[in-house]
């Protein structure tokens, strides 16, 4: 035979042999995304620190996921966007104390097949032993494309992931917000450098371009949407929140799916090119889920796909637990319950977090005499870290210190000069408080619309910043003037023992890591200390977290006092005691 010849039949069966693996791909396709993100370790449909049922659950979204993949005229793909290790005792239990055989995440997500998930900030908090291990236990990519290890330049994370359906190629590329630094201990993030989300979404796109093909695009982004939070700018390099700026500046993405601010989105937005995406996020805790409806339909000039692309956030109240997922897991259940319900001492009186929006409280001078007692340390600072949370008079379990307590932070004792203390207290209260310039003002720094009133969402007024950097302080002696303008409010007469407060000398603080590593701007904005010369200032940390040694310091009190010690005040007095009721009812409902 010639040679001519040999070649043309030899090209003709390779091309005959790739024509019958090739799938065909469809006239018509519509695919949806279904997205948990930031559940925070709700895995049952209970409430274990409360001791009762919820109706928000991975159970329950288990029933939602199950009844769509039943429908024959769709494909579904399954996507959690982070912070799911942190936050319940649930969690807490299988990342910290039975850490022997398997991670209940593990189990969880594996079992309810999820196709890939991008890692949250509160998912490295619980550091490398915890978060190491249930990545090798994952059967799905855990993403992270701007997470890179240090000693190779690599993603620590698989940087994307390809998901084909019915010949589909969806591409789905994960970032995670890369504030890490400023919020948690080197020691946590060892190894690890966070990358500007904007500067990783174009590397990474261009390379899925390049290398994929993909008809899909989607930014799986564990990161808020709102980029201007804390007092960022689009200009801002390592924004905390830059999702919206990564779907509006770099192009190629049909869907960007958001998390890490727990506020629900469901926008379309235009990037440069002129195109639209879909911005899609549920809230949290698994109270609802986001979903993406693609319609697909083949342009046969093309040879591409014309789209059309619409967003929903279901609710899970309206599904019952998965009678099945309830079953596989109940051992877990009874293991975590049987935790949280091991007493620990008693509490003298009945305390709430919701006092603590409105002056000294016994919610908060709890945490100051544990802390001042763990670490020694003159002055300690802390916030309500839970929104309206109440310790009942009586019996203290462990459930309780999640109440308390809300997340894993280390403790800190940190060197801090008296100017620093002072401006630390005016840029908290800045946060906190609005400038009242009459009795019938508003005490708390609500959001307010362009007619200048109170913006009020599913019945609760929107505070302006967040709530959890609210600090105040123990040790010291001080008014607040809230008819001053921010920077002028804070006056510390002394050291609770009456000896004198100096300006000049340094002072040995309680702080937790959270704040220590320059969270919520008090010790960078606020104290104005360089971010690089924090760890500097670190005299102490803790090896276990915070709540451990709460949990150890409550059993040596046996009988907790709950008393208030009145050592800062809101000024003008008369004016605070007016706006307390109105805001009190705006805020939580109540008088």
């Known amino acids: ?248 500046q770099i192009p190629g993405f049909d869907v960007v799916f958001v998390g890490h601010d727990h506020h629900g989105w469901n926008e379309k937005v235009s990037n440069w090119a002129g195109n639209e995406v879909q911005i899609l996020g549920p809230t949290s805790r698994a109270r609802n889920v986001a979903v993406a409806k693609i319609e697909l339909t083949l342009n046969h000039h093309t040879n591409h796909y014309e789209k059309n692309i619409s967003g929903e956030l279901v609710n899970m109240e309206d599904f019952a637990p998965d009678p099945e997922f309830i079953d596989k897991f109940s051992n877990h259940f009874d293991e975590i319950k049987a935790y949280v319900s091991r007493p620990l001492g008693t509490i003298a009186s009945s305390i709430s977090s919701s006092d603590a929006f409105f002056g000294d409280a016994q919610f908060t001078d709890l945490i100051h005499r544990a802390q001042m007692d763990l670490t020694g340390a003159e002055i300690s600072f802390t916030a309500p870290l839970s929104f309206n949370k109440e310790i009942a008079e009586g019996e203290i379990y462990v459930r309780d210190l999640f109440k308390i307590y809300r997340y894993e932070n280390l403790m800190y004792t940190m060197k801090l000069g008296g100017k620093e203390i002072l401006d630390y207290l005016e840029y908290s209260c800045g946060l906190w408080f609005g400038q009242m310039d009459d009795v019938d003002d508003h005490l708390i720094n609500f959001k307010e619309d362009n007619q200048g009133k109170v913006i009020v969402d599913n019945g609760s007024a929107k505070l302006r910043n967040a709530y959890y950097n609210f600090d105040n302080a123990e040790g010291i002696l001080y008014t607040v003037d809230v008819s001053k303008p921010v920077g002028s409010r804070i006056t510390i007469i002394s050291m609770t023992d009456g000896s004198l407060f100096d300006l000049n000398k340094t002072y040995n603080v309680a702080v937790n890591s959270y704040r220590g590593n320059g969270g919520g701007g008090h010790l960078t904005a606020g104290a104005k200390i360089r971010p690089e010369l924090l760890s500097d200032r670190i005299i102490s940390n803790s090896e276990k977290d915070f709540r451990f040694y709460l949990m150890e310091w409550i059993e040596k009190q046996d009988n907790v006092e709950s008393s208030v010690n009145n050592n800062w005040k809101i000024i003008p007095e008369s004016w605070a005691k007016s706006a307390i009721p109105r805001d009190r009812k705006l805020l939580f409902g109540e008088e």
């Open 1 to 248: 035979m010639h040679l001519k010849s040999l070649i043309v039949i030899l090209i003709s069966g390779i091309l005959f042999f790739n024509s019958c693996n090739q799938v065909e791909r469809p006239e018509k396709l519509t695919i949806k995304i279904i997205q948990t993100s930031d559940v925070h370790g709700a895995v049952f449909p209970y409430d274990f620190l409360e001791d009762k049922p919820s109706n928000n659950s991975l159970a329950q979204v288990h029933t939602f996921v199950k009844q769509e993949k039943a429908k024959v005229d769709q494909e579904v793909i399954f996507l959690d966007n982070g912070d799911i290790l942190q936050g319940d005792p649930a969690v807490y239990f299988y990342n910290f104390v039975k850490t022997d055989g398997n991670h209940l995440l593990s189990e969880v997500m594996n079992f309810m097949n999820y196709d890939a998930a991008t890692i949250g900030n509160h998912d490295i908090e619980p550091g490398h032993p915890v978060y190491d291990k249930i990545r090798e236990a994952f059967n799905f990519p855990w993403l992270a494309a701007n997470a890179r290890e240090v000693s190779s330049g690599k993603p620590y994370f698989k940087p994307y992931t390809i998901i084909e359906k019915q010949g589909v190629k969806i591409a789905v590329l994960g970032l995670i917000t890369p504030a890490i630094p400023q919020w948690l201990p080197e020691s946590i993030w060892e190894g690890i450098t966070f990358e500007d989300m904007i500067e990783s979404a174009k590397y990474w796109t261009e390379e899925i371009r390049r290398n994929e093909k993909p008809d899909l695009l989607i930014g799986l982004f564990h990161a808020g949407n709102d980029f201007s939070y804390n007092n960022q700018n689009a200009e801002t390099r390592n924004n905390e929140n830059a999702s919206k700026l990564v779907a509006e």
